[in-house]
C-alpha cells in the first residue's frame, strides 16, 4: 500500500534555529497537510497544500507541495519553546475513502532554550 | 478552536471489561474517524463514518466496533478489554469539502490491565 516517509525521526535544535523536515512517497497526492501533535494531546492542522508546486506560510511555518507531486517539506523560522512536539505530515487521494489519507511516522520536535 | 470531545482521557481497566469511549463533535461534520496511536508513534485508522448509520473498517484491523445513530457521536465500543488494547485513541471529523483536513479531539488514554 502506500506509505510516507517522513524524515527526520527526531531533531534537537536550540532556540532560534530554522527547522526543515520533509516527507516523501513513491506515489502521487493530490492533497499534502502538516498536523502538529502537542503532548497529551490530539494533532492539529498546520497547512493544507492542493496544488503542485504551492508554498504557503502560516506564520513562521511554510510548506511546499512538490511538482512531482510525491513530496513535501515543512520549515519553521526562528524556533521557539512552544515549537515541541510531533509534526505529521499526511498525503490525501480524492475518489477514494477515507482509508486514502495516509500519515507519516512523525517527526519529533525538541527545542533547547 | 476544535468543537470535538473525547471522554474519558483517561481508562485504567481489568482484562475482560467493556469499555465505550465516547466522541461528539458540535461542528456538523458528516465525516468521522478513531485512530489509534501508541505513545510518539504513526496514527492507524481503525473505523470511520460518512454519516448516519454508515460506518467502515480503517486500514488497521482492530477488535472495537463503533456506531453511528446521530450525526454528532461516533462512540467506539470494546466488548472485552485485553492488554494488548492499551493505547491512546483519537477521534476526529471533518467537513464534505474538506478532504483530508481534520480535527482531533484529545484523545482517550486506555490502559488495560
Known amino acids: 500500500g502506500q506509505q510516507l516517509n517522513q524524515s527526520p525521526q527526531s531533531m534537537f535544535i536550540q532556540e532560534g534555529e530554522d527547522v526543515s523536515m520533509n516527507c516523501t512517497s513513491s506515489?502521487?497526492?493530490?492533497?499534502w497537510l502538516w498536523y502538529k501533535q502537542d503532548p497529551g494531546e490530539g494533532p492539529v492542522l498546520l497547512i493544507a497544500l492542493y496544488k503542485a508546486g504551492e508554498l504557503t506560510s502560516n506564520g513562521r511555518l511554510t510548506a511546499q507541495f512538490g511538482i512531482t507531486r510525491k513530496d513535501s517539506f515543512l520549515n519553521i523560522s526562528a524556533s521557539i519553546p512552544s515549537d515541541v512536539g510531533i509534526y505529521f505530515c499526511a498525503g490525501f487521494n480524492y475518489g477514494g475513502s477515507q482509508g486514502n489519507l495516509i500519515f507519516g511516522k512523525g517527526t519529533k520536535l525538541s527545542v533547547k532554550p | 478552536e476544535a468543537d470535538i470531545y473525547q471522554t474519558p482521557r483517561y481508562l485504567v481497566i481489568g482484562t475482560g471489561k467493556k469499555i465505550t469511549l465516547e466522541c461528539s463533535q458540535t461542528m456538523g461534520h458528516d465525516k468521522m474517524y478513531w485512530y489509534q496511536q501508541d505513545p510518539g508513534m504513526e496514527l492507524h485508522l481503525i473505523h470511520y463514518s460518512y454519516g448516519v448509520n454508515s460506518t467502515e473498517k480503517g486500514d488497521l484491523s482492530s477488535e472495537s466496533t463503533v456506531s453511528r445513530i446521530r450525526t454528532e457521536h461516533f462512540p467506539l465500543t470494546l466488548e472485552s478489554a485485553r492488554p494488548s488494547h492499551t493505547s491512546q485513541y483519537l477521534c476526529?471529523?471533518?467537513?464534505?469539502?474538506?478532504?483530508?483536513?481534520?480535527?482531533f479531539g484529545e484523545g482517550s488514554r486506555l490502559t488495560v490491565l
Open positions: 506515489s502521487i497526492f493530490n492533497t
Open positions: 476526529a471529523s471533518s467537513a464534505g469539502q474538506g478532504i483530508g483536513e481534520l480535527f
